[in-house]
């Protein structure tokens, strides 16, 4: 079974901080797709990135950047330099090869104060 | 274009009253579709999802149910709805495939059951 887990619900931050977002998956299948999603107070949820499990490359896009450790099964979202704007409930999630079902964190809720 | 139609934005309904939720896409044919229900302060849950016309999984027993009676159309439904049932109602739809494989999402429905 696979299974997502988002310690942290809330977090609150002053603008221009850094942020580290955590995402801890469990799966028994070797060929996975992770995702990050931001859900903006608007609702509508907004895909950020996909990892599949063969590549563990970090990656950066401006001020987001993903680490995807296998050893430790996370999937770890930073925001560099955090700006009001990125205020919002981020997801991860994770679907096995073969699978069709999408499982969800339970959403990390983030507050950028200015 | 992979655009999901979703309707209505926002809903209130009374305790037993029925409800019929719509969502259509455009692209590709014969996607993935999915419903999520995201309660207030808490996550995504996976509700229903169909692989083509008429094949229907429910992942969670309660008195909703969900119908796809197009290759492009999928419904969410109930007889009778309880105050549980409000929430955030999500259609997404899953692309598949290589560098494809991952979910786009509607733009959602707030329902409201007072």
């Known amino acids: 079974a696979q299974k997502v887990t988002q310690a942290q619900t809330e977090i609150s931050v002053v603008e221009k901080e850094d942020v580290t977002l955590d995402c801890v998956y469990e799966t028994r299948d070797t060929t996975y797709y992770l995702f990050w999603y931001k859900q903006p107070p608007s609702g509508e949820l907004v895909f950020l990135i996909r990892r599949n499990s063969f590549d563990e490359q970090n990656e950066i896009s401006g001020r987001y950047s993903w680490n995807f450790q296998k050893s430790t099964s996370s999937f770890n979202f930073t925001i560099t330099a955090s700006q009001v704007v990125d205020s919002a409930v981020y997801f991860c999630?994770?679907?096995?090869?073969?699978?069709?079902?999408?499982?969800f964190g339970i959403g990390t809720k983030l507050q950028v104060i200015p | 274009s992979q655009t999901i139609h979703q309707w209505p934005a926002t809903l209130v309904q009374p305790v037993g009253s029925p409800l019929s939720l719509e969502c259509t896409v455009e692209g590709t044919s014969n996607p993935n579709l999915y419903w999520y229900r995201q309660a207030a302060g808490r996550g995504l849950q996976l509700l229903f999802y169909?692989?083509?016309?008429?094949?229907i999984s429910s992942e969670v027993p309660q008195n909703l149910s969900a119908s796809r009676p197009q290759d492009r159309q999928f419904i969410l439904s109930s007889k009778k709805l309880l105050l549980s049932d409000s929430g955030f109602y999500l259609c997404?739809?899953?692309?598949?495939?290589?560098?494809?494989?991952?979910?786009?999402f509607g733009s959602g429905t707030q329902l409201s059951v007072l």
């Open positions: 997404a739809r899953k692309m598949t495939g290589g560098s494809e494989e991952k979910l786009f």
């Open positions: 999630a994770l679907i096995e090869r073969g699978y069709q079902k999408v499982t």
């Open positions: 169909s692989v083509g016309i008429g094949q």
